[in-house]
């Protein structure tokens, strides 16, 4: 696996390069980047900051990887953007590393796609198989789960959280946390019931899908408080691993509510 680094691009002193790199036309690489095995800057893409690219990761023309985010607070501390392996980063994508307020680092998964003009903004974290649609975009702090997918123009609030297996419908405007395997729309974002399509291409038997259709009709129920249904499903589904998922996800401390279903969207 030979390196190839096209003469109009610009390795600077200190970048380090794994085996098998492509560097193209015009692209810019800063001294404290890391390129692992595999990766190809297709063309005219900047890598800049203290970021790291797993291996066989695709960045696309235009993109900007790893430089300052786009936070008044960040005062220069040296954070890092962590890229993992075999992602594609399509035209325009700009990802940014992390701050002193928020730990210091932006990580992203394995395997995800991130198309044409989708943002990532400092100290988020991604999980494997993410995928955000055309211009997509995260604030700060926000962390999605694995397999979760992101539509075209959507947008996330800061600190929000989207769980594994959820999709968030074009043009939705996330200001809420996103169960596991739920699924959003709407201008200011409601929960429109499980990502059933989703679980389906995942995997998902019927009878995994109808149990976990069977626990959100209870959690979303208008009888009682959301403890004393969670109680109630924890209590019937316990050995139910994505039950559980969502269980422990609404349990979990945030500084976001959780978005919650309109009348018209109260079914799975």
Known sequence: MNTEIH??????????????????????????????????????????????????????????IGHQPQDLKYKGEPSRLEIGANNIIREHVTMNPGTEGGGMCTRIGNNCLFMMSAHVAHDCVLGNHVILANNATLAGHVHIGDYAILGGLSAVHQFARIGCHAMVGGLSGVEQDVIPYGLVLGNRARLAGLNIIGLKRRGFSRAEVATLRKAYRLMFAEEGSMAERLNDVTEMYAGNEAVMDIVEFIRTDSSRAICQPRAEHGGA
């Open 7 to 64: 003469p109009t691009a610009i390795i600077e002193p200190g970048a380090t390069l794994g085996e098998g790199v492509f560097v193209g036309p015009y692209c810019v690489v800063g001294p404290d980047v890391a390129l692992g095995d595999g990766v190809r800057l297709i063309s005219h893409a900047v890598v800049a900051g203290r970021t790291t690219v797993g291996p066989n990761c695709h960045i696309y023309p235009f993109a900007s």
